[in-house]
């Protein structure tokens, strides 16, 4: 069901990559709700061809933007700017990679370069963004950011690897960037702490089928699915939320302050 919550409002959503990302269902759940998109993903990601199928569905054009390259960056706002005629009211930061799991490397023995990237794509991109929005003034007044986040970043999940100290920054910059802003122009900037769901990075950590049952299992409302996390993130760009920024605000089904539940227990003793 719909409510026409971003009538009239203009977004750019990052990171579609295939229909089971977050930001390509948090794209489909806001061109729902009236709103009018640009999407925007890594060159890369580009060339497989999927976020086509995303762009016809939601009427709106692809703008390529690596998110550690700043004329990308400017770009992407410019055309942006362009194709609505006018500023921005919402943006969704999807965007995580970690180099050091992709390859295979445990937390104790990452390879720095690697890591200095991982934090610029997963973590410092979110202050890229908001830097170049800035300097462009390409944010209306009371526009809402929201980037995804996990858990890992308050406590340790082994599996998670150096993503946890990205997701830590990430939540960093979130509050950092959205106090300035908040005072700038009344824009607001929050992160949704999202229960582990199945998509292209999320299978990339390890042992990632036990763990989303565990989640599920420890979480009294159950994981939250991927058009739960959109619809989430719908309402955090509406007009609704006007007075929420700065937050990490966990959408885990109960997860974050769960100590126990008897499914666990009754696992254990088995
Ligand atoms: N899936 C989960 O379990 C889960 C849980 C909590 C939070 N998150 C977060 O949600 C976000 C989206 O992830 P997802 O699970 O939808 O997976 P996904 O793999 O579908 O999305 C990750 C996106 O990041 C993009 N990306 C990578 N490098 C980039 C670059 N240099 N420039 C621009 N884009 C780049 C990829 O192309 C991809 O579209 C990530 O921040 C992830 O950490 C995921």
């Not at 579609?16 to 709103?35: I, N, Y």
């Not at 004329?71 to 921005?88: P, R, S, T, V, Y």
């Not at 980037?147 to 830590?168: H, S």
């Amino acid at each position: 069901m719909a409510y026409n919550l971003l009538k009239g409002k203009k977004g750019i959503i990052f990171g579609a990559l295939d229909e089971r990302s977050l930001g390509w269902k948090t794209a489909l759940k806001c061109h729902e709700e009236g709103a009018q998109l640009v999407l925007t993903n890594a060159p890369v990601a580009l060339r497989m061809g999927e976020i086509n199928k995303l762009a016809e569905a939601v009427n709106a054009p692809v703008i390529g933007a690596d998110v550690t390259n700043m004329d990308d960056l400017k770009n992407l706002f410019e055309g942006a700017m362009k194709h609505f005629g006018g500023g921005i009211d919402f943006i969704l930061h999807s965007i995580g990679m970690s180099l050091n799991m992709r390859k295979g490397k445990s937390y104790t023995e990452i390879d720095y370069e690697w890591n200095k990237k991982t934090l610029d794509i997963s973590a410092m991109s979110l202050h890229r963004v908001l830097r170049t929005a800035w300097d462009l003034d390409a944010l209306n007044e009371g526009a809402s950011v929201v980037a995804l986040t996990y858990i890992a970043a308050q406590r340790v999940f082994p599996d998670y690897n150096e993503m946890a100290d990205a997701k830590a920054l990430l939540e960093n910059v979130t509050r950092s960037f959205g106090y300035y802003y908040g005072l700038k122009k009344k824009v607001r900037v929050n992160t949704v702490s999202q229960s582990p769901t199945r998509t292209t990075a999320g299978s990339g950590v390890k042992g990632f089928d036990g763990f989303i049952t565990y989640a599920e299992k420890m979480s009294p409302l159950g994981n939250a699915s991927a058009d739960e996390c959109a619809g989430y993130c719908a309402t955090l760009f509406s007009d609704l939320t006007k007075m929420v920024t700065m937050q990490n605000l966990f959408h885990d089904g109960g997860f974050s302050f769960t100590g126990v539940t008897e499914a666990v227990i009754e696992q254990m003793e088995k």
